[in-house]
Structure formats: structure tokens, C-alpha cells
């Protein structure tokens, strides 16, 4: 099986810009999860969609935002860019059936804000 | 609040050394479940472990092991004979099953440093 592709794998955008970044999951897992990492506070969750309905959100402000299509792929779009907002986003797949399964990662999208 | 402490930072080996990874977690819940990733320089999060609440038999894969104890809320993870290959960063994750949502929350993350 493929595992979670992401794209773009880097991007440099410029303050008050918006980004859009892609998620494909796993064949057959429809649950996708965003993560951020920065060095200063580590890996952070953004939020979770299952069959196309957000199920769980994370601390971070409106400007972060993400959706998922019939076919499990996820997009996150993050408007009005801050410095701040530079990092890794990592995307994470799973296929819960009953309770927690393990997330399965993809290589990330290193986002650079100028 | 869940919470996950992994104390070391930074540690730094010689090859086939064994090295042993600590992990404490804080959760109110009763079922939950606890993970190990590896972050090489690649940046791409690899999954190594994972272990229910409801089963604490501790187990050995490989070079892996690793002891888990409720009692203490510890999740310990263990690499025998260290290898270069090794050299990453690791993360320890928990994970509550709240009406199955996916969602992990991570420890600071470990760097380990495996010289030859």
C-alpha cells in the first residue's frame, strides 16, 4: 500500500498570503488528521476529519482551516499568513473502527513565511 | 488534560550501546492508548509501538522493548545494540479514546545520537 502523500513537500509564501496544503490518506483510511511542529512548541493538533465532518479541533485560531473530500483526501488552508505560522504540517491517516488506531504519517509540507 | 513528559532531551551514545528512552503521561481516562514515533532528519514521523491501557504485558520486537506501567503512568521505550541508523528524534504519544476521535498529543520529543 502507498503511504500518506503530501503536497507540496515546500513552499515559501510572504505575510497576508493564504496556503492551501494536501493530504492523500492512506488507501481505505478515512479518518485524516493535521499536526503542526515548530520548534518552540512542538507537535501541535490541528484538527481531525472523518468522512468528511471535522470531529475534533485543536487550540489554534479560525485562520486554520481544513476539509475533507468523499474520497478521504484532506486540504488545510491557512489564511492571512503570519510569521509565525511558519513550520512542519504533518498529515496522519488512520482507520478507526473501534476506539484509537495508530496514525500513520505522511513526510510533511515545510511551509516558510517571509 | 492529557499530558505527555518525555525529561531527556538530548542524548547522545556509542554504537551498540543499549539506550533507553523515558516516557510519563497524564490522562483521566481509562482506556487509552500510548505510542512511540521516530522523526529522522527526514522529518516524515515513523510509528514504532503502540500500547493499550487495558494490557500492560511489556514486550520485546526485535531491538525494541519497552515497559509499560500504569502504576507510575510510564511508557518506557528501549533499543539494544544501538545502531547510526538509530540517530533520530523520538516522540511518545497518547491517545484517549473519546468517541473514537483521533487525536495525539505528543511529548517534547527526545534526540538521540547514535555515534560509530
Known amino acids: 500500500k502507498a503511504g500518506v502523500t503530501q503536497t507540496p513537500r515546500y513552499l515559501i509564501k510572504t505575510r497576508g498570503q493564504q496556503v492551501t496544503l494536501s493530504c492523500s490518506p492512506i488507501?481505505?483510511?478515512?479518518?485524516v488528521s493535521w499536526y503542526q511542529q515548530t520548534p518552540g512548541q512542538g507537535l501541535q493538533f490541528l484538527f481531525e476529519?472523518?468522512?468528511?465532518?471535522?470531529?475534533n479541533k485543536g487550540n489554534f485560531p479560525g485562520r486554520f482551516s481544513g476539509r475533507q473530500f468523499s474520497n478521504s483526501r484532506s486540504e488545510m488552508n491557512v489564511s492571512t499568513l503570519e510569521l509565525g505560522d511558519s513550520a512542519l504540517y504533518l498529515c496522519?491517516?488512520?482507520?478507526?473502527?473501534?476506539?484509537?488506531?495508530?496514525?500513520?504519517f505522511g513526510p510533511g509540507t515545510r511551509l516558510t513565511v517571509l | 488534560a492529557q499530558k505527555v513528559t518525555q525529561a531527556q532531551t538530548e542524548i547522545s551514545v556509542v554504537e551498540k550501546e543499549d539506550v533507553t528512552l523515558d516516557c510519563v503521561y497524564e490522562?483521566?481516562?481509562?482506556?487509552?492508548?500510548l505510542f512511540w514515533y521516530k522523526q529522522p532528519p527526514s522529518g516524515e514521523l515513523v510509528f514504532l509501538i503502540r500500547?493499550?491501557?487495558?494490557?500492560?504485558q511489556n514486550e520485546i520486537s526485535g531491538r525494541y522493548s519497552w515497559n509499560f506501567q500504569k502504576s507510575t503512568s510510564s511508557f518506557n521505550f528501549t533499543i539494544t545494540a544501538s545502531q547510526v541508523v538509530d540517530s533520530a528524534v523520538y516522540f511518545c504519544?497518547?491517545?484517549?479514546?473519546?468517541?473514537?476521535?483521533?487525536?495525539?498529543?505528543f511529548g517534547k520529543g527526545m534526540k538521540l545520537t547514535v555515534n560509530p
Open positions: 496522519a491517516s488512520s482507520s478507526p473502527l473501534v476506539g484509537t488506531d495508530t496514525q500513520y
Open positions: 504519544a497518547l491517545s484517549a479514546a473519546q468517541g473514537g476521535s483521533e487525536k495525539l498529543v
Open positions: 488507501s481505505g483510511h478515512r479518518s
Open positions: 500500547r493499550n491501557s487495558f494490557d500492560e
Open positions: 490522562t483521566r481516562d481509562t482506556t487509552y492508548y
Open positions: 476529519y472523518f468522512s468528511e465532518t471535522q470531529r
